[in-house]
Structure formats: C-alpha cells, structure tokens
C-alpha cells in the first residue's frame, strides 16, 4: 500500500517538476530551458519574430544572467517544439558554434533562419513593442 502511495506522489509531482522549469516572459510566451546554453520560445498568442526575440532576450538577461552584448543565435528556426507536442517553437543558443547555417549579421528579423542572431540588448528592445501596443488602447 506505501509502495502505490508513493509511486502516486510521484507521478503527481514530476508534471509540476518540469512546469517549474518554464519561463512566462513579461509578453505572456513561455521559455523552456533546454540545457545550459539552449532554450526554447514557444509561439503563442498571435505572437511573431518580434515577440519571440523579446522573449528569448528576457529570459537569456533576467534568468540566465547573461550580459546584454551576449550574442543570441538561432538553432533550430520555427517550426514543430521540441520541447512540448503540438506546440511551434524556436530553439535558441549562446554558443555560436551549436549554430548551424549563415551566422552573418542580418538587418531583418526573422525566426525562420538556423544561425541567424542578434545581441541580447538588441532583441530587448522588441519588448517596448508591447508597451507601445498597451498605450495605443
């Protein structure tokens, strides 16, 4: 009866285990940490390039700690989460080298491109986005 006691205790607690993991960033979309290094925007709530670069740079700034020059890089552009099913996500890196594909500087901002990449102050700035979107209501 102890054993089925605690092996239920245990699958109630291994769900919120892996919440707890989960980043909400302040545009409502979550990021899950992949490991050290990567972690994963899921789109949500309408969102676009714009809200996902925010996201991935609060969350590299304000949780991982991560000086506002670190450079953020594409992994894996949009497309099925790897971290959740039936879910679209976009797996980002600090390691320029876990970045495959063109890791040029780009003027345009996308989440469809492996390698593509900005510096962490740079993708911040998306989120005054969402301020000015509060202000014109």
Known sequence: MMRKTVLTLLCLMLPLQAAAQAYRAENRLIVVPLTAQEFEVIEDHGAGARHIWCAAAEFAQDVLGLPREERLFIKTPRGPSVSGV???GVVFTTDPERASGD???SYSVTINRAGENLPSHHA?????????ELRDF
């Open 86 to 88: 039936g879910r679209t």
């Open 124 to 132: 911040r700035q998306f989120c005054l986005d969402r301020i000015i």
């Open 103 to 105: 890791r040029g500087q």
